[in-house]
């Protein structure tokens, strides 16, 4: 650190990214990107014409891809908000709805992300603990008076809430922000977006990244009431308005065009991933009942940390987390049959 860097910031413990080895080709299973790319039609926009046009600044309302974002969901463009990456979104809602007066909470073991927007702008943040099994008490959530987010499906286990679970924390925390995080819901899980026309503290935000094929795009987005909206969009004017570059906007537009070819990657991720699934307990893993594209397991011959090792030198990487209460499991992104069949072969070599 420099002797410039604000004392505030000093001990801030920042959120560490997955592996992105340049040393050999891997089989990619550790930051939950999809194996597929973009569907043609997004390859077709982005085209020498757009990349051509870069001298402009782009839409800073985002006017189409929010007018498709809310046809697609039955809703209206002023309940929909864009960013770069729903990273970029759960940041400007820990500024916006967070301070010195107002926490937060949410699940000890969930996105890594959370804590650091907590410890970047000062706030206090309440971690409650899972169960013993990794699942949630909603309960525990009820009349907190901060804002609570809640990653559904959960990171890094897969793990589900339920429409009514949710209902009873959005109605039981009427003067906070209760944001969902639904990166993975396309995978199995189930969107809470329509309850935004009933309840004004729910904020649902979702991203581009992984059942959509667009990591390296960076676009996510958010349903809310108007008001919530208007509140991000407060933010977003007072620190990027261009927060989507223009070619990105044109591949989320084209994206939502071509719905169909996603949701046929979908399902073939989620082929395999049960495969997959049933192949490691077969092999004697704890798999948690994973509705994302990824699984989470632990071996009863093998450590966690070990079995990353293992797998990295047979040019398979998968996601390992140090944290106690899960360092013996690994976070596996489900990738094509092939990749996974790959994987299981690698793992029975390790074991047997
Ligand atoms: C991947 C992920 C994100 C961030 O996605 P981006 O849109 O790529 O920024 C947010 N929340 C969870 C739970 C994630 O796993």
Do not use: W
């Not at 997955?18 to 390859?43: A, C, H, W």
């Not at 109605?171 to 995080?181: F, Q, R, T, Y």
């Not at 995978?187 to 979702?206: A, I, M, R, T």
Request: charged share 25%; aromatic share 10%; proline share 5%.
């Amino acid at each position: 650190m420099s002797r410039y860097l604000s004392p505030r910031l000093a001990a801030l413990d920042a959120y560490t990214p997955g592996e992105q080895p340049r040393d050999m080709q891997y089989i990619k299973l550790n930051t939950n990107e999809s194996p597929f790319p973009p569907s043609p039609l997004v390859l077709e926009k982005v085209s020498e014409a757009e990349v051509g046009r870069l001298n402009l600044y782009p839409d800073p309302e985002a006017t189409v891809l929010r007018q498709k974002l809310a046809a697609l969901h039955g809703l209206k463009p002023e309940n929909v908000f864009v960013s770069n990456g729903s990273d970029d979104i759960l940041n400007f809602a820990f500024m916006a709805f967070c301070d010195e007066n107002r926490g937060a909470a949410f699940a000890d073991i969930t996105y890594g992300f959370y804590p650091v927007y907590g410890d970047l702008y000062g706030i206090d943040c309440k971690v409650i603990p899972l169960k013993g099994d990794f699942t949630l008490d909603p309960t525990e959530y009820h009349g907190l008076g901060r804002m609570i987010v809640i990653a559904n499906p959960n990171a890094p286990t897969g793990l589900t809430i339920s429409e009514a679970d949710i209902r009873g924390i959005l109605e039981s925390n009427p003067d906070n922000v209760v944001l969902i995080d639904e990166a993975y819901v396309d995978f199995g899980g189930k969107s809470v977006y329509p309850l935004v026309k009933e309840y004004d503290n729910l904020l649902v935000v979702q991203t581009y990244s992984k059942s959509r094929s667009m990591a390296g795009a960076r676009l996510g987005f958010a349903f809310g009431c108007t008001e919530l909206i208007r509140d991000l969009e407060l933010i977003k004017y007072s620190t990027n308005p261009y927060n989507i570059n223009r070619l990105t906007m044109i591949a989320g537009e084209a994206a939502i065009d071509s719905n169909d070819y996603f949701m046929d990657n979908v399902n073939k991720i989620i082929e395999a991933r049960e495969y997959t699934a049933s192949e490691l307990r077969k092999l004697g893993f704890t798999v948690t009942d994973s509705k994302a594209n990824f699984l989470f397991a632990k071996s009863d011959r093998i450590g966690g940390e070990e079995l990353y090792l293992e797998l990295k030198k047979r040019g398979i990487l998968v996601r390992h987390f140090s944290k106690e209460r899960i360092k013996e499991y690994n976070r596996i992104t489900v990738g094509t049959m092939e990749q996974m069949e790959k994987f299981v072969a690698a793992v029975a070599d390790i074991l047997y």
